[in-house]
T-cell receptor, first 111, second 115 residues
């Protein structure tokens, strides 16, 4: 069973700061997902990556397959980025048998 | 463009009662999942389905049953609710095509309290 660990569990930063959230997993995977859970509870998929780096707006996700580690970066952070960020791993090539989730990082961006 | 719709959004059950949670997706996704989310824990997989008429157990299947009679619907049943099943339940769907796997779409969640 894959173990997915995130750090930090909680992070409070000032608006404009560069944010890094880390994720490590214990067993080789087919893909690593980053998700965002809003205060109201909804979950949105941000990235799915199996190698290298992806960028969407101010969000950047990277993965190092050899080190079994991924990072999510937020540049020029804003209070609207406040949310829980969750990483999750899929084992199979098609991802059909579900994801193993980390416990999440609770991010608060203060104005 | 509804995506994944879960009903109901909230429910309070008495111990021993039964209920069914409905998940409907309009994206023609092959794969559907039920997860539960509890404080201090990551989401955990209850059951999943890789296609119409097929279901499989996830990490925490005990006390739950599922059915997928139509491709767009995935039902989660609690036959005899227990306080330990108090949780927030999320449905999700995804698909793969020609060997490419695409990411997840989640429903908005069902908050279930068993008293």
């Amino acid at each position: 069973k894959n173990e997915v660990e995130q750090s930090p569990q909680n992070l409070t930063a000032q608006e404009g700061e560069f944010i890094t959230i880390n994720c490590s997993y214990s067993v080789g995977i087919s893909a690593l997902h980053w998700l965002q859970q809003h205060p109201g509870g909804g979950i949105v998929s941000l990235f799915m990556l199996s190698s290298g780096k992806k960028k969407h707006g101010r969000l950047i996700a990277t993965i190092n397959i050899q080190e079994k580690h991924s990072s999510l970066h937020i540049t020029a952070s804003h209070p609207r980025d406040s949310a829980v960020y969750i990483c999750a791993a899929s084992q199979t090539g098609g991802g059909a048998d579900g994801l193993t989730f980390g416990k999440g990082t609770h991010l608060i961006i203060q104005p | 463009n509804a995506g994944v719709t879960q009903t109901p959004k909230f429910r309070v059950l008495k111990t021993g009662q039964s209920m069914t949670l409905l998940c409907a997706q309009d994206m023609n996704h092959e794969y559907m999942y039920w997860y539960r989310q509890d404080p201090g824990m990551g989401l955990r997989l209850i059951h999943y389905s890789v296609g119409e008429g097929t279901t499989a157990k996830g990490e925490v299947p005990d006390g739950y049953n599922v059915s997928r009679l139509k491709k767009q619907n995935f039902l989660l049943g609690l036959e005899s609710a227990a306080p330990s099943q108090t949780s927030v339940y999320f449905c999700a769907s995804s698909f793969s095509s020609t060997g490419q796997y695409y990411g997840y779409t989640f429903g908005s969640g069902t908050r279930l309290t068993v008293v």
